[in-house]
Antibody, heavy 121, light 107 residues
Framework: EVQLVQSGAEVKKPGESLKLSCKTSGFSFRNYWIAWVRQVPGKGLEWVGI????????RYSPSFQGQVTISADTSITTAYLQWSSLKASDTAMYYC??????????????WGQGALVTVSS | EIVLTQSPATLSLSPGEGATLSCRAS??????LAWYQQKPGQAPRLLIY???NRATGIPARFSGSGSGTDFSLAISILEPEDFAVYYC?????????FGGGTKVEIK
C-alpha cells in the first residue's frame, strides 16, 4: 500500500527555520517524483516544487524559488520541504504528493495528509 | 508560466443533475491535463489524467475531454459525495500549475 505520512502541524515565529517531512512507503521512492503543494486556508492549490529522489533533480515554481528548499533522503524514503527564515505569508497547509505514473511527470495519485504551518509573532 | 482558468467559480446544482466544469489554458498543454477533487479537510484526489483517463477507482460518472487549451470535466449524475471543489492541473511545462478551482455546491 502506497503511503505518504507527513510530519505534524507547526507553529513558528517569523524568522524561524522549519523542515517538514514526508515519509513514504509502498513504492520505489527513487523512481517517482515527489511534489510539494501549498494551500492557504480557504484558497486554491499552488505547486511549490518537486524532486526526483533518484538523482535529486529539483524544480521550483518561480514564486517559491529561493524561498524554500526541497530535498530527499533515499535511505529513509523521505522527502523534505524547508525554510531558513519563515514569514507570516508562509502560513498555509502543505501537502506532499507522489507522481502517478513512472512513465510521465507529473500528476499525483497519492497525497500526504497535509501539515498546517502557522507563522505568527 | 501556463495559466489555467477554471469556470464557473461556483456551480449550484441538485443531486441527480449533471455538471460540466471548464478549464482553459493560456497556451496549449496538449493532453497533459489532470483533474482533482478536494473535499473540506481532505487532500486532493486524482480523478482524471491526460485529459480523459480516469484514475484508479474513479466512478464512470466522471469523464474528461479536451485538448490543446480547452478542457472539460463532466459529472453525469451528481451523487451527494460529489459536492466538492475541483481543480485542473497541467503537466505540459514547468512550472506545473493548477487552476483556481470550481466549487460544486448543493442548490
Amino acid at each position: 500500500e502506497v503511503q505518504l505520512v507527513q510530519s505534524g502541524a507547526e507553529v513558528k515565529k517569523p524568522g524561524e527555520s522549519l523542515k517538514l517531512s514526508c515519509k513514504t512507503s509502498g513504492f520505489s521512492f527513487r523512481n517517482y517524483w515527489i511534489a510539494w503543494v501549498r494551500q492557504v486556508p480557504g484558497k486554491g492549490l499552488e505547486w511549490v516544487g518537486i524532486i526526483y529522489p533518484g538523482d535529486h533533480d529539483t524544480r521550483y515554481s518561480p514564486s517559491f524559488q529561493g524561498q524554500v528548499t526541497i530535498s530527499a533522503d533515499t535511505s529513509i524514503t523521505t522527502a523534505y520541504l524547508q525554510w531558513s527564515s519563515l514569514k507570516a505569508s508562509d502560513t498555509a497547509m502543505y501537502y506532499c504528493a507522489k507522481q502517478s505514473r513512472g512513465s510521465a511527470c507529473c500528476d499525483f495519485d497519492h497525497w500526504g495528509q497535509g501539515a498546517l504551518v502557522t507563522v505568527s509573532s | 508560466e501556463i495559466v489555467l482558468t477554471q469556470s464557473p467559480a461556483t456551480l449550484s446544482l441538485s443531486p441527480g443533475e449533471g455538471a460540466t466544469l471548464s478549464c482553459r489554458a493560456s497556451q496549449s498543454v496538449s493532453s497533459y491535463l489532470a483533474w482533482y477533487q478536494q473535499k473540506p479537510g481532505q487532500a486532493p484526489r486524482l480523478l482524471i489524467y491526460d485529459a480523459s483517463n480516469r484514475a484508479t477507482g474513479i466512478p464512470a460518472r466522471f469523464s474528461g475531454s479536451g485538448s490543446g487549451t480547452d478542457f472539460s470535466l463532466a459529472i453525469s449524475i451528481l451523487e451527494p459525495e460529489d459536492f466538492a471543489v475541483y481543480y485542473c492541473q497541467q503537466r505540459s511545462n514547468w512550472p506545473l500549475t493548477f487552476g483556481g478551482g470550481t466549487k460544486v455546491e448543493i442548490k
